[in-house]
């Protein structure tokens, strides 16, 4: 398939922060790329950069084969950008926002393209309220309309469903699934590792730099683990109790404890053992692949060199 965004060395930096450092990877056309890690990991930077809103201090970006350095307007007449916050007019209506951003990119005749999206993202109900009053879900929705409306072939999008009800949350990604179907590549940034399995490939991000670059399902396989997982009341007596013991990588979730092991069958009869001799009750316990959220904290906490693709 076609690359339709290529990054080579990509670096950024603010101050003595180097918020993007020696990034590269390709997207291809028609799929969904997915940019995951925390607050700080250098996600937004990245994005920003992409669209051209910021200039980085090395590396060379080409989408569609177009070098956005050199041809930064023409680049940017291809690609639609919902950024982190909600940054259109709350005193003009659905149907006024979308028109303005229409003119923006000197699209003229866009009435039927504006009800195709309306109807798209199920806001026809609602063109003639105010963007104030709508809630946190629709305000995406009505942002991604307004970044679609000239037809963009890349859609970048931060954190789209970042404080987003969960039906609203289920909506959107209905909406990214139509989208991919039309061929649109997608270049998405999001904190949720549910959401990266969704995609067909991920950079697992820390600090600036990429941690873990494949398909989900190839990084998970990547750290060559299993994950023992124990549900108990006492999760945190617990947590603490097995982090004590050496050689093992233990991680806390609510009343869950997921211990990433090398082998599963001669660690799990010690560490039940532990438990037992501390008087802490085990409700269940199984034996799992590692999930993504496994994968990115151990990359996280581990001194290895970074995985590269």
Request: proline share 4%; hydrophobic share 40%; charged share 25%.
């Amino acid at each position: 398939m076609d690359i339709a965004v290529k990054i080579d060395k990509l670096s950024k930096s603010f101050g003595d922060i180097k918020a993007v450092d020696d990034v590269s990877f390709n997207v291809e056309e028609g799929e969904m790329f997915g940019l995951v890690g925390p607050d700080g990991a250098g996600k937004t930077t990245t994005i920003r950069t992409l669209c051209g809103l910021i200039k980085p201090n090395s590396g060379n970006i080409a989408l569609l084969g177009i070098d956005i350095n050199n041809n930064r307007k023409i680049a940017q007449n291809k690609i639609g950008y919902l950024s982190q916050k909600f940054s259109l007019y709350g005193d003009l209506s659905v149907d006024e926002n979308i028109e303005f951003f229409a003119d923006i990119h000197g699209v003229k005749n866009y009435s039927d393209r504006r009800n195709e999206l309306l109807e798209f993202t199920r806001l026809t109900p609602f063109r003639d309220r105010p963007a104030d009053k709508l809630s946190g879900g629709m305000k995406q929705k009505l942002a991604l309309a307004c970044s679609l409306i000239h037809c963009p072939k890349i859609l970048f999008l931060d954190e789209p469903t970042t404080g987003v009800d969960p039906i609203s949350r289920r909506d959107f990604w209905k909406i990214l699934s139509g989208l991919l179907k039309e061929g649109i590549t997608i270049l998405m940034s999001t904190p949720y590792l549910d959401e990266a399995e969704r995609c067909n490939h991920v950079a697992l991000m820390n600090k600036g730099k990429i941690l873990g670059l494949d398909t989900p399902q190839n990084i998970k396989k990547s750290i060559d683990r299993e994950v023992i997982e124990i549900i108990c009341p006492e999760a945190r007596k617990a947590y603490k109790l097995i982090k004590q013991e050496p050689g093992f990588e233990v991680q806390l979730f609510g009343d869950r404890i997921d211990i990433v092991v090398e082998n599963s069958a001669e660690q799990l009869n010690k560490i039940l053992g532990i438990f037992k001799q501390k008087g802490i009750l085990i409700t269940s316990y199984r034996v799992i692949p590692p999930s993504l959220e496994n994968v990115f904290i151990h990359l996280v906490g581990d001194n290895k060199e970074y995985l590269k693709a």
